[in-house]
């Protein structure tokens, strides 16, 4: 595990980008460079889960781009910053990190939402079930296990310490800590932490396993709601708008082939993609997978849920009012999934089978 001594006055600091790295995402565009639009997009996955593109991709809904995997990540800040700096041509992030991005001048606009939070999809604060943690108030000195700071976790602990009436020093006395979402459970088990953040099929699987309660949960605390989005550069999105366009389209309506499907059948498809790819993972947590929690139709954006995070950063002073415009932010230009009517009709239409 690794510690931090940043406060919450510091929220979001992980992304730390310069002037120096935001401009590098005007030019270092690599496999997008010339004039003719890239087939081939580089991105970063997730170990023992199926991202929303990768199931698009053998759904056949990717028509003639690729996916080309450059390894994995546990953090959405960082790889929001390596698409907005070029390494990779796409990255989602919670949204609260993605007004950040942009509050720092990067050139990039949210263009699909990829995760949320309902009744089946959503991230608990879980303690264990004989301990004696019950309260906000209970957590001043505590340590809370997370997959990355500065993102959906620390933004969903800070609200929930705030509306349990703690002062902003006592929540600065509450530790957040990076723990790699594999190992958060055994971390909370073995009382290295005190709180573990846990999320989907790692939740339900520990769950399954007994031993620990929830003191809350993100979809308590907000209701359903589209939590993150994919983002490009604002470059990559006028070089290869064609490129853009089927991309965001086939994640909508990969959104919504997973909501329509039998679970058995979606987590059977997960299962074989998998496999496939063979990255040495294990398929088993995947029995447990319920939903992405996407709250609006094929992921389109409708503002408020980057909005909500625009006034809260504000409000906490990390970005000064004003200085994100919520126009800038994000578009929904390239998602047909999204627009509802004929178009939308023929883009949710059967996938392919090719893919299988």
Known sequence: MASTASTRRQFLSLLGLSAVAVSCGTTAIGANSGKGQTRTLRYQGWAGQVTLPELAE??????????????NTISGPQDIQSAATGQIDFGGAFNGAVVK???????????????????????????????????????????????????????????????????????????????????????????????????????????????????????????????????????????????????VTAVGRAIEWSRSTPREEVISRMTDIVKKRGRNEDTDPLKYWRSYGVAETAGRITGKELQLWIDWLADRGDVQKGQVALSDLYTNEFNAAGKGGAEASSAVSSPSTSGS
């Open 58 to 71: 053998d759904l056949g809904y990717l028509e003639d781009v690729k996916l080309k995997w450059v390894g």
């Open 101 to 247: 991005l942009a509050a720092n001048n990067a050139p990039i606009k949210a263009v699909i939402s990829y995760y949320g939070a309902d009744k089946n999809a959503y991230n608990g604060f879980y303690v264990l079930s004989d301990g004696p943690i019950r309260s906000a108030r209970d957590l001043v000195g505590k340590k809370v296990g997370m997959n990355t700071l500065g993102a959906h976790s620390e933004a969903m602990l800070d609200i929930y310490l705030q509306r349990g009436g703690l002062s902003r020093a006592d929540i600065g006395k509450v530790e957040p800590l990076v723990v790699p979402p594999v190992n958060t459970e055994q971390s909370l088990r073995q009382k290295q932490i005190d709180v573990a953040v846990l999320g989907g099929i790692l939740r339900d699987k520990a769950l399954a396993t007994g031993g620990i309660r929830p003191l809350f949960t993100d979809y308590q605390l907000l209701g359903a709601f589209s939590a993150g989005t994919y983002v490009m550069t604002d470059r990559f999105l006028k070089q290869s708008p064609d490129t853009a366009r089927i991309f």
